[in-house]
């Protein structure tokens, strides 16, 4: 009887790793097939592309134009913002509102800030946005963010919840809209609304 049962056993480890591996009845999938790749790696990687490939045709717009010397005129400063700023503007004609978020990468991004916006904390997270909020700020895409306006600052754990940025590009919130600023051009690359709930 216990050699039997032996048998049987032994008979059912032989079948069940032949199912594994794909050599049952010829209609499983093979052990050594990759899963599926994960949805929000890939939707992070489609962000970063889209994030780089702005920045390089900002860089080779910046090459083109004279190079600032280090100075303190604010009016030079603010013509060469200008200068970049125009040809961003054409370079980019054609750029339209989810070029860089597109619906997945915003549906990521809610998901990534929720945690940080709910409940007692994210009452104080939602306060300081709302404190710091600036008025009169274009939400447009290529708009120039306004000179007047107070940069507001981003709570430092829904700047920790989204995926880091390459210097000049920043993340800033007008109310509950997100947008992606070019800080070195002044202009509003791209924006999500009501990213906060």
Known sequence: MATRLGCVIVLLGFVASGCLEGRGDGNERPAAQSLPANADATTLQDFQRRVDQYVKVRNELKKQSAPLKETKDAGKIQASQDELADKI???????KPG??????????????????????????????????????????VNAKYPDAAPLPTVPPNLLAALPKLPEDLEYRFINRD?????????VIVDFMQNAIR
Request: hydrophobic share 40%.
């Open 89 to 95: 503007r054409a370079a980019r004609k054609d750029a």
């Open 99 to 140: 070029d860089i978020f597109t619906p997945e990468i915003k549906t990521l991004f809610r998901r990534l800030m929720y945690p940080e916006t709910k409940g007692q904390e994210g009452a104080a997270t939602k306060e300081a946005i709302k404190e710091d909020a600036p008025t009169g700020v274009p939400i447009k």
């Open 178 to 186: 997100l947008i992606l600023l070019d800080v070195h051009a002044n």
